[in-house]
T-cell receptor, first 110, second 117 residues
Framework: GQQVMQIPQYQHVQEGEDFTTYCNSS?????IQWYKQRPGGHPVFLIQ???SGEVKKQKRLTFQFGEAKKNSSLHITATQTTDVGTYFC??????????WGAGTKLIIKP | EAGVTQFPSHSVIEKGQTVTLRCDPI?????LYWYRRVMGKEIKFLLH????????ESGMPNNRFLAERTGGTYSTLKVQPAELEDSGVYFC???????????????FGPGTRLTVL
């Protein structure tokens, strides 16, 4: 069946280093969404990408949607402690259901 | 390992009727969450179970919504009576409790689409 794979599962970085998480879908997606879950919190919507090759920025966060609309990435430049959490991608399975990536946990090394 | 499953995938009911949604979490996951996504907007939290106990139900919209998790395994979310504004996609997620009292990553089900006519 349709799957959305997200890697890595965890990423440990020093504060100030960059962070990237990748999502790959087994099928072409009409759109992809990104969510952030703070420790102990709940996923919060960040952004939705729709167009092939689309790139969107939110301050230090850069989101990309692949040309084939099967992969996406989230890149954080110069991580800060406030970036800690788990980042999820999700793509539509049908016109209403979502298939979620397993999430990438960003951990800032002490 | 089986993922989080939800049933039904789609339900269409009339205003005033009752609907029960079911979520089966990943085996061994003590934490179970319900979320709702209305009209393509972002997902919003409804409630959180730890085993059979409601840990946080601050997101439940009103008393027409009743969630249960008897035995700490699967959970049901009942809407009675359903209203038009209850239409949306209801997601369930589960996670493990890991040493130190921390909750691991949430794994989401595909969702149940509820349409109230």
């Amino acid at each position: 069946g349709q799957q959305v794979m997200q890697i890595p599962q965890y990423q440990h970085v020093q504060e100030g280093e960059d962070f990237t998480t990748y999502c790959n879908s087994s099928t072409t997606l009409s759109n992809i969404q990104w969510y952030k879950q703070r420790p102990g919190g709940h996923p919060v919507f960040l952004i939705q990408l729709v167009k092939s090759g689309e790139v969107k920025k939110q301050k230090r966060l850069t989101f990309q949607f692949g040309e084939a609309k099967k992969n996406s990435s989230l890149h954080i430049t110069a991580t800060q402690t406030t970036d800690v959490g788990t980042y999820f991608c999700a793509g539509p399975r049908s016109n209403y259901q979502l298939i979620w990536g397993a999430g990438t946990k960003l951990i800032i090394k002490p | 390992e089986a993922g989080v499953t939800q049933f039904p995938s789609h339900s269409v009911i009339e205003k005033g009727q009752t609907v029960t949604l079911r979520c089966d979490p990943i085996s061994g996951h003590d934490n179970l969450y319900w979320y709702r996504r209305v009209m393509g907007k972002e997902i919003k939290f409804l409630l959180h179970f730890v085993k059979e106990s409601k840990q946080d139900e601050s997101g439940m919209p009103n008393n027409r919504f009743l969630a249960e998790r008897t035995g700490g395994t699967y959970s049901t979310l009942k809407v009675q009576p359903a209203e038009l504004e209850d239409s949306g996609v209801y997601f369930c997620a589960s996670s493990q409790e890991i040493p130190g009292g921390y909750r691991d990553t949430q794994y989401f089900g595909p969702g149940t689409r509820l349409t109230v006519l």
